[in-house]
């Protein structure tokens, strides 16, 4: 339900603001991003309910997500 959720907005938000020649958005990146933004607050749920969440494992997750994302463009 989150990456149906979050699709929509990565693409608008893709669209408006980051729209140049060198990266053009499509479904496909907002889809990719939206799973990937929700498999973060899914893990971070999962940690929180487990009672071991703190802000740095939170930030480690992000970071992860964040180097994800800057890798699966760069292969393009």
């Known amino acids: 339900a989150l ?3 979050f699709t929509p907005i990565a693409y608008f ?3 408006r603001f980051l729209s140049s020649r060198l990266y053009r958005a499509t ?3 907002a889809l990719r991003q939206s799973i990937l933004l929700s498999l973060c607050i899914v893990l971070n749920l999962l940690l929180r309910s487990l009672h071991s969440w703190n802000i740095i494992t939170a930030l480690i997750i992000f970071i992860a997500a964040i180097v994800i994302e800057v890798v699966s463009l760069a292969r393009k």
């Open 13 to 15: 938000i893709n669209l």
């Open 3 to 5: 990456g149906c959720s």
């Open 27 to 29: 479904m496909r990146h």
